[in-house]
């Protein structure tokens, strides 16, 4: 039997064991794979939280001991992760953004409400708040206080439209963590980038307020561009990001989702993400900050891809995709429940080590018909043409000889056991 590696977050991990005896039956080898991974990341405290990125529920929380459970126990089919866009309305216009120009017929409160209980049902811990612009849906505190009892929720903002009584309101409906765009130190460039005067301002504004405020963990969401990895500004950037003296920074690439970006020249290969996961693994060794590059933890050697494996995304308008990146729909949740269509989303994707949108961007333009998104028949034509490649190491452990035919889910979801 291999030994566990040495735990780099002794007492917290201690209490987390603790609190979450049903640990023991997890498989042992996800175990050392969990605790590997752990150990590149500081544990961090916000309010009661113990925090190890914000991927990942508090570790001491009800949402943890239900991933513990659901995800690393029962394997069950369902989604861990998801996220809904609570509104498509924008004041900002990235070049890169993956939702500019959708429509449809609006999700309303009470859709996104049962939308994400039925997600609970299935699986998910972890909900992330996502838009367009989500303070401008005027119910966002309801939402979050109808999924955040056992259930990790994260918003996603640009800031604009952020009062401090709104945001001591999300704090209090039990928001764990707020990350704030902001993909450049320089004003100008950020500006530029988002298309709105004001952005770099109204971002570090938001990130004022809710740091003033306590508790909810505070970071910032950056989209690097391939030139800035490339150029070592990432570097200069995380520099300038330590000095705001917030908890964490989620770094993404710019992913070839629609739009100018849908292009060879803007995605990013192989050698620049492990780029960005040196860069993230030196600074978790010896920062302030967590570092947390997306790309890492959707890396082959941890996760890999979770589109409609682990992750489903739900836009503005009831379209069900495997994730934000993926302009695709499998159906609409205005015409059938998220369970039906995550099942026959599930179906089409096995397990894959790598980015779906990074590997597979080229086939949108050819069975797009001129659509923003995918409809269900055209994303099915698509996926007729993918391949899919092997499993990530975490994934390799996780499905096993009761997974044989390679692509479905080992277990059942949480409601029809
Ligand atoms: S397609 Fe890319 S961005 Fe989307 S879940 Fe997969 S790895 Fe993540």
Known sequence: MRAIPAVR??????????????????????????????????????????????????????????????????????????????????????????????????????????????LKEMGMVWFGITGGEPLLNRNIIKIVEAVSEDCAVKLFT??????????????????????????HWDEKVHDSVRGYRGAFREALKAIEVFKELGDTDVGISAVLSRDMIRSG???????????????????????????IVRDDRCVITEEDRLKLVRLQDGYNASGKMTVNYLGHFEGKECFGCNAANKMVYVD?????????????????????????LFAKMKSCFPSDSKCFINKNYRLFGRHSNGKKVLGPEESLRLMDEVEFGERAAFFKLYYDREDSDGIGPVGRYKSEA
Request: aromatic share 8%; charged share 15%.
């Open 233 to 259: 500004g990432t570097e200069q950037f995380l520099k300038f990001l330590e000095g705001l003296g917030i908890s964490e920074a989620w770094l993404s690439e710019v992913k070839p989702s629609a739009g």
């Open 9 to 118: 977050n002794l007492p917290a991990m201690a209490s987390v064991f603790a609190s979450n005896p049903h640990m023991l039956y997890v498989k042992p080898s996800l175990t050392r794979f969990m605790c590997s991974y752990m150990n590149k990341f500081k544990v961090r405290k916000a309010g009661h939280n113990l925090i190890l990125h914000s991927h990942l529920p508090p570790l001491n929380s009800k949402a943890y001991s239900r991933f513990v459970d659901l995800h690393l126990i029962s394997r069950t089919a369902g989604p861990s992760h998801a996220q809904i866009s609570v509104t498509n309305l924008c004041p900002q216009n990235c070049s890169y953004c993956y939702n500019k120009g959708r429509d449809g017929k609006v999700i309303d409160t009470d859709t996104i409400i049962h939308v994400a209980t039925e």
């Open 316 to 340: 503005a308008f009831g379209e069900v995709s495997p994730c934000v990146f993926t302009p695709m729909s499998f159906g609409n949740v205005h015409e059938l429940d998220i369970t039906a």
């Open 158 to 183: 640009t800031g604009c439209a952020l009062t401090r009584d709104r945001a001591a309101g999300l704090r209090d409906a039990g928001l764990f963590s707020v990350s704030v765009s902001l993909d």
